[in-house]
């Protein structure tokens, strides 16, 4: 009797509700910071995704003349006594000049010091169809899946709120020399085609993971992601109309949803009656020069545009691969989503693509398909270029 209600006390003193854990962090910028709030969030339910989706506001300090600030959490704040399941936080702070910085805890069990918080100022600008910018910190001279990771992404978004582009600048590529996968640099196209008729902002947006230089007591590195957008924005305005503007695409979608120019994101396989290839039957024959997708959503990263002429005989046809951005590796590979049956499940996560194809058929066109290898699961527009 004695020793179990020793057991019990020393149980009880390594969980004391009343524990605190310190969170511990810092902002940064050219201008003066002091008093500047820094808000936790917290989901309200236990964490059981990869992610604080739902996290609500739970705290909020300023920090002092040199950009620190502390949160005290207690044990029965951070976790669920009854089973000890964690909750999951979120830290963010918006500075002056209107950037966003913010890290999730998707567990804390002790003191955490979380890396200094940048206003990131990204001065962007678009030169020969390219867009440029300032990144969050100098890139290194050789990209490399052991060090720190840093990938950028510009959206560029319709007054409406419709994503009419959306580049990343570090994707997955093949070293013939090391025979291995490497991440490569790329820079940023907003092409006049990318741009089409819309007008709208770019945002740039910044993921960072920072490994820690101490192992923790387990034996590995522990590691955060920064979230940052810059202030900082880009208007931009689109002059081509496509020639398949108004274009009709598989029989069961007319109007076609793909070539109206709304930029609403289409379950293909509910609304297309396909989700393998896409169908275009042109009006008159047409040289084509080049194919824009919008929204492209597949498991697969192989597609491939055959261009026919009026007998239905082939006139080109390509593959293209979809280039792996980096921008979700650092977060888990799969996300809980709603079902179709009122549940939830596990789906892979995935970042829309926004691809340019170049055409050379050399000849006038009558029929366009594009078909992916694993199927399309959702776009929102597609266009074709004289």
């Avoid at 693509?353 to 029929?367: K, M, Q, T, W």
């Amino acid at each position: 009797m004695k020793r179990s209600l020793l057991l019990v006390m020393v149980l009880a003193g390594c969980f004391n509700p009343d524990d605190i854990f310190p969170v511990h962090g810092q902002v940064t910028s050219i201008d003066p910071v002091e008093g500047q709030v820094v808000r936790l969030l917290r989901d309200p339910a236990p964490a059981i995704g990869p992610s604080c989706t739902d996290a609500r506001p739970f705290k909020e300090t300023q920090v002092d003349a040199e950009g620190n600030f502390t949160f005290d959490v207690f044990r029965a704040q951070a976790m669920k006594l009854t089973g000890g399941a964690p909750f999951c936080f979120r830290v963010e702070t918006t500075f002056a000049s209107g950037s966003v910085a913010s890290t999730e805890l998707l567990a804390l069990s002790g003191e955490e010091s979380l890396p200094p918080f940048p206003d990131w100022r990204a001065q962007p600008r678009r030169v020969d169809g390219v867009l440029h910018f300032e990144p969050v910190r100098p890139l290194p001279e050789v990209e490399s899946f052991e060090t720190d990771q840093l990938v950028h992404r510009a959206e560029w978004r319709t007054e409406d709120g419709g994503l009419a582009w959306a580049a990343d600048d570090l994707v997955t590529g093949f070293d013939a020399d090391t025979m291995a996968l490497v991440p490569l640099r790329r820079p940023m196209g907003f092409t006049d085609a990318a741009l089409e008729d819309f007008s709208g902002t770019v945002v740039l947006h910044a993921r960072t993971t920072i490994v820690a230089a101490e192992e923790t007591a387990f034996g590995n590195r522990s590691a955060h992601t920064l979230e940052l957008q810059s202030g900082q924005t880009l208007p931009l305005a689109g002059q081509r109309t496509p020639f398949s503007r108004g274009l009709t695409c598989p029989p069961q979608a007319d109007p076609c949803p793909l070539t109206d120019g709304a930029l609403t994101p289409v379950d293909a396989g509910n609304s297309l009656g396909t989700n393998t290839v896409l169908t275009f039957t042109l009006p008159a024959p047409v040289l084509l020069s080049e194919l824009v997708l919008r929204g492209v959503e597949t498991d697969a990263l192989l597609m491939g545009v055959q261009l026919l002429d009026a007998d239905g005989g082939t006139l080109w046809l390509v593959q293209h691969e979809l280039p792996t951005s980096l921008w979700n590796a650092s977060l888990p590979s799969f996300v809980l989503r709603p079902s179709r049956d009122g549940g939830v499940e596990f789906s892979p996560r995935s970042a829309p693509h926004f691809i340019s194809v170049p055409l050379d058929a050399g000849r006038p066109v009558s029929e366009v398909r594009v078909g992916f290898a694993g199927g399309v699961e959702s776009l929102s527009e597609l266009s074709l270029f004289e």
